[in-house]
């Protein structure tokens, strides 16, 4: 599923490509496996999954070893996915019932335009980051999404103001994400 790590450093958009490619063949692979499953959770179900893969990571992390046969770079393909399905069912203004690969293509670019923008202002200030701090970072944007979907619940008309900050949170933790992953593709550690 994941790629093996190599050793030369290559511009970070094409260490995006080469990870969101990768996501959307697994999103395209599960589709056919298992169809559109994944639209009967609700938006706060699937920000629910990106806590607790955010959370299963963290704890690798902290204890040191996983019982679960499951890498921690899979885990984070699996969260960039969830990640993708959370904000194209905030975009999505009906119930969705089919998977939309193009929409979810159409978002992957936008993405992709707002770390290249990100990392020209900061100058890739997360290459100095430790993996578990980027993972906590994730996390606590994690927490502030449903912190806001609360809001929201509570006052649907928060929505219009918060909805564009989950937009942005859900952005940052994309990229934050394919950071780490980029971090273990060079051989850093991800236990750190």
Same mark, same amino acid.
């Given at each position: 599923m994941i790629k093996n790590k190599i050793t030369e450093i290559k511009p970070t958009v094409l260490y995006f490509d080469e990870i969101t490619e990768n996501c959307l063949d697994v999103i395209?692979? $599960? $589709? #056919?496996?298992?169809?559109?499953?994944?639209c009967k959770y609700r938006?706060?179900?699937?920000?629910?999954?990106? !806590?607790?893969?955010?959370?299963?990571?963290r704890s690798i992390q902290e204890k040191g070893n996983a019982k679960v046969n499951e890498s921690i770079?899979?885990?984070l393909l699996?969260? /960039?996915?969830y990640v993708l399905f959370r904000i194209w069912r905030l975009e999505e203004? $009906?119930?969705v019932r089919e998977i939309n690969l193009i929409k979810i293509n159409k978002i992957v670019k936008e993405i992709k335009d707002i770390l290249e923008k990100k990392n020209h202002d900061y100058g890739e200030s997360w290459r100095k980051m430790r993996v578990s701090s980027i993972i906590d970072e994730a996390l606590?944007?994690?927490?502030?999404? /449903?912190? *806001?979907? $609360? *809001? /929201? #619940? #509570?006052?649907s008309k928060k929505a219009q103001k918060l909805n564009?900050?989950?937009?942005?949170s !859900?952005?940052?933790?994309?990229?934050?994400?394919?950071?780490a992953l980029i971090h273990i593709k060079e051989g850093k550690d991800a236990m750190q």
């Open positions: 395209d692979s $599960k $589709k #056919k496996e298992y169809g559109s499953s994944v938006p706060s179900s699937i920000t629910d999954r990106i !806590l607790t893969k955010l959370s299963r990571i770079e899979e885990t699996h969260t /960039i996915n203004k $009906k119930n606590v944007k994690t927490y502030r999404i /449903i912190e *806001m979907e $609360k *809001m /929201i #619940k #509570k006052d564009p900050k989950i937009l942005d !859900l952005f940052d933790i994309t990229n934050y994400l394919v950071f």
